[in-house]
């Protein structure tokens, strides 16, 4: 029988979420937001990123990490955010929530803008361990969501597929997403081979996310 490529991760031993529990039991703090390289706090941690297009629960999802309300705020406009935002989690970790994408109403000179930014910075920050794509559970992949993937390719970063909002899925429904997603990341060097289903508002997989993060070096 064959091995299913890219298969949901495994939920956590108790050591493991315990050691994911600790990291995130310390404080989160905003540090600022970044619109140029020299603007980069000092590489003195490891760091993890988030990306994903517009609406699909970045800022609920670091939330939901941290536990901290309001630490990432959702705006309403969609695209608002055209910082890179970094955040610290204890002594030990940033988290860097990248500017959303996939928005329409962006002009086009700012959308190049950030791509630049990100290039960027997902090509020259050397204690970054690991991308985390965002993927909306009732959406599956989208082309921007590929674009960003690349993008990571060609960046050497490692990056991980979360799937937000399960809660919002059928069973059913979430096997077909699962199996689209799958056959996107194929296509991608940099992806790593297993996938992450979250649910910031009912806590489902946070542990788990919490867990990975922890035990990166």
Partial sequence: MTALRFPLVESPDAFATETGRKLFAGPSEFVKGVVAMDGLPAPDRLEVCFAGRSNVGKSSLINALTGTKGLARASNTPGRTQEINFFTQGLELYLVDLP??????APVKVVEKWQRLL????????????????????????????????????????????LTKADKVKANDREKVLQQVRSALAKHPAAFPEIVLTSSEKGDGIPTLRSIIAHLE
Avoid at 131 to 140: P, Q
């Fill in 100 to 105: 959303g994408y996939g928005y329409a109403n």
């Fill in 119 to 162: 290039k960027k910075y997902l090509s020259g920050r050397q204690t970054l361990r690991r991308a985390f794509v965002l993927i909306d559970s009732r959406h599956g992949v989208k082309p921007v969501d590929a674009e960003i993937m690349k993008l990571l390719d060609t960046s050497a970063v490692t990056f991980q597929c979360v």
